[in-house]
Structure formats: structure tokens, C-alpha cells
């Protein structure tokens, strides 16, 4: 067999690739490795199961021989987060690859919780926990998905509870694995595919209790942020009152239980006929109170001296008119009278003035042609037109010229 490159001339037989393989593998020596364990099979000669990577989609197989089940503890399961002190077989006779475990441990519950608060503050760094993200559940949902395990108590609890607050209500149930390697792809998609249907109004994740690693699966980064980006308003109802897997945060409601999450979904119809029962109860008091303090009210004006008679406003102002008619009427005649008084005066000291009182009293003007006054005898030499008026009509008269008056 030649130890060159292999060529279409010189290939290399199938048995000198795996010889390579396992003497390369063999150079890996032991080392530890970290993962979940998904299959888990007893068997007399030994265990076999699956050992699969805690963020990848990467599973191998493992075998546990019964020489080296001393060296790891009893309470070993599916599920379990788990280290592991392994030598990779490479069976060359067939091809098979697999993980030959010498020691196991269980993953310290320190690590896996320092792992998850490192995530979580991630997380919270961005935004995902934040209050203002939260969508405000609907007040009557008509249908609701629930995200839970089959035949589970989870699924049990909701459904009994939820249908004996509000029989009406309907479901949209999808089964999924609650712990396990299958359990976040499955939630996943049960979320996205309840989040695009228009019928479903809120979506429950129900999971009843369970311990720390049982619960892991609902703290998975990909879980997390396909639920943060769900437009439908979701609850996350994971384990009991102590538990806080991540979900709890992102939800837009985070439920104690299976129980208090159907309870704080669905209103209780006799609850809510009750509180209708009261306000109208409240209302029908509030405004028979109000009537009756109006009438009672209308009652007492009813009862007054003004409004018992009320003939003594129109008498009462009738005098007052008639008494205010006579004073006006008195003050318009003084008012005349004055003015007449005072007109009378006005005429007389006017015909005083008046040109005319003068010509009654036995005076004359004369006129010149250019109809100014004659005011001395120059202004009507001899042979001068002029007019004479006089207190009654006009003469026509010739100046015989200035003379000599003597006193």
C-alpha cells in the first residue's frame, strides 16, 4: 500500500482510509466533553443512548460498558446536561463512529445557572424584557393557542379551567416535547405557526413542573427570541411559582401555573355578569338619587311665598310701571314747557335785531343800483336811482343830491 497522496492510478483501498481514520482518531487520546444527553438505553451489557450539543444540531452516538457504570452517578437520565470523559471508537469494519464513555458527570447546577444569567443579561441588554414591548392581552378571546405536551395535566388544567370560566371559549391545541432535545424546534414552530393565524387571539406555553435542566429548554436562546418576536400576544406558563425560565421574561404575561395562566386569559363569565349586575345596579341608584333630589329640589322652589302666589309680581310691578309712566309724563311736559319758555325769549330778542323791527318803527333803506346800502348822502349824488324800502313794499326814488342839515 503506498503511503502517497492517493491518485486515479494509485487509489487507496477502503480498508487503508479507515486504518488513517482510526489512527488519527486514536491520536485524540481522551478528552471531556460537555452535551445533553437525548437517548438513554439500559442494557445488560451496557448503556447506549445519544449525546447531543447544547446550541448546535450536532448528535453522536456514546456507549457506556459496564466496568465504567461505577464511575458515574445513579440518578443519570434523559435530559440530563451532562460532562463526559470519552475515547472516540472508530469501528473500522463497518464505518461507525461513536464516543466510548469512561467517566460522567452531571453539568454543576452553577455553570448551567451562571450560562443562563450571562443570556439573560444579554438579553435584557437588548431590549427583550423590556415593559413597553409587552401587548396588553385581549379583554374576551375567542380562540386561544396552547402550546403544551399530549394528554399532558398542563393541557388538562387549562382547558377545564378555561371552559368553566367562559364555556364559549375555543381552542387551537398543538402537542409538543416539554423537555428533551426536540422540545425547542417543536415550540418554535407551534409558536410561528399559531402567531400567523388570524383566528387565534393569545397563545398559551404551558409546561407543568419540573426540575432546573427538565425546564432548560424553555431558556434556549432561539426559543426566546422567535417568542419576543410573536406579534400575538403570548403567556408563558413554565413550572410552578419558583421557576423563571427565560420565557417568563419575554412573555407579554408571565403565569405561575397551567392554572392561574387560564384564569388570568379567560375572564369568569360569572364573574363578569356579576360586575355588570352591579353597575347597573350603581347606575339605577345613582339616578334615582339624582331624580329625587331634583324633585325634591322643584318641590321646595314649588313651596316659596313667590312662586305659592305669583300674581304679586304683576301687581307689584304694575304700580311700580304706572308711578314711573307719571314721572316720565311729568318730566317730558317740564321738559316741553322749558323749552318753550326758552324759544319764546329767543324769537323776541331775534325780532329785536330783525332789520324789519327797525323799518316798523317808521325808518327807511336805501338801496343803490349796485344793491349796496345807501349809508351816507355821498353815496347818492344827484340823478342817483336808487330803491326805498320800507316797512311795507318798495319806492323807486332819484337823489336830488347831498344837503345841508341843519341842527
Not at 164 to 187: A, C, M, N, S, Y
Request: with cysteine; net charge negative.
Amino acid at each position: 500500500m503506498s503511503e502517497e497522496a492517493s491518485t486515479p492510478e494509485d487509489p487507496w483501498p477502503v480498508a487503508a482510509l479507515t486504518s488513517k481514520l482510526k489512527a488519527y482518531l486514536d491520536r485524540l487520546g481522551l478528552v471531556w466533553v460537555e452535551g445533553e444527553i437525548t437517548q438513554w438505553d439500559q442494557r445488560s451489557s451496557g448503556i447506549f443512548g445519544k449525546l447531543k450539543d447544547l446550541t448546535e444540531d450536532s448528535t453522536m452516538g456514546f456507549t457506556i460498558w459496564s466496568n465504567a457504570r461505577t464511575k458515574m452517578p445513579d440518578d443519570i437520565k434523559q435530559g440530563d446536561r451532562v460532562i463526559a470523559l470519552v475515547k472516540v471508537d472508530f469501528w473500522k469494519k463497518n464505518g461507525n463512529l461513536g464516543l466510548n464513555i469512561l467517566e460522567l458527570r452531571h453539568v454543576g447546577l452553577g455553570d448551567l445557572l451562571e450560562k443562563l444569567e450571562r443570556l439573560r443579561a444579554q438579553l435584557a441588554k437588548e431590549g427583550l424584557f423590556d415593559a413597553d414591548r409587552k401587548v396588553p392581552l385581549p379583554f374576551l378571546p375567542q380562540c386561544i393557542g396552547l402550546i403544551t405536551g399530549q394528554d399532558s395535566d398542563a393541557e388538562k388544567d387549562v382547558l377545564k379551567n378555561a371552559h368553566l370560566r367562559w364555556p364559549q371559549v375555543e381552542f387551537k391545541v398543538i402537542h409538543t416535547k416539554v423537555q428533551g432535545d426536540q422540545t425547542v424546534p417543536e415550540v418554535i414552530a407551534a409558536i410561528q405557526k399559531l402567531d400567523a393565524d388570524p383566528e387565534v387571539d393569545v397563545i398559551i406555553v404551558a409546561r407543568g413542573g419540573g426540575d432546573f435542566q427538565n425546564l432548560l429548554p424553555f431558556s434556549d436562546e432561539k426559543l426566546v427570541r422567535v417568542a419576543a418576536a410573536c406579534v400575538t400576544p403570548l403567556v408563558s406558563a413554565i413550572g410552578h411559582e419558583a421557576d423563571a425560565p427565560l420565557l417568563d421574561n419575554v412573555a407579554d404575561l408571565r403565569a405561575s401555573t397551567p392554572t392561574d395562566a387560564a384564569k388570568r386569559v379567560v375572564p369568569d363569565v360569572g364573574e363578569e355578569l356579576a360586575r355588570v349586575a352591579d353597575a347597573r345596579s350603581r347606575i339605577n341608584n345613582r339616578v334615582t338619587s339624582f331624580l329625587t333630589g331634583e324633585l325634591d329640589r322643584l318641590e321646595t322652589l314649588r313651596s316659596r311665598p313667590v312662586l305659592a302666589d305669583a300674581d304679586w309680581i304683576i301687581t307689584t310691578r304694575a304700580e311700580e310701571i304706572v308711578r314711573n309712566v307719571q314721572r316720565g309724563s311729568d318730566l317730558v311736559e317740564r321738559a316741553l314747557h322749558n323749552a318753550a319758555q326758552e324759544t319764546l325769549s329767543l324769537k323776541t330778542q331775534l325780532r329785536a335785531l330783525s332789520p324789519q323791527q327797525t323799518l316798523d318803527r317808521g325808518y327807511a333803506i336805501a338801496v343803490l343800483p349796485n344793491g349796496k346800502v345807501a349809508r351816507s348822502a355821498k353815496d347818492a349824488p344827484a340823478k342817483t336811482e336808487f330803491a326805498l324800502t320800507l316797512a311795507e313794499g318798495t319806492i323807486d326814488a332819484v337823489s336830488a343830491g347831498p344837503r345841508k342839515v341843519e341842527s
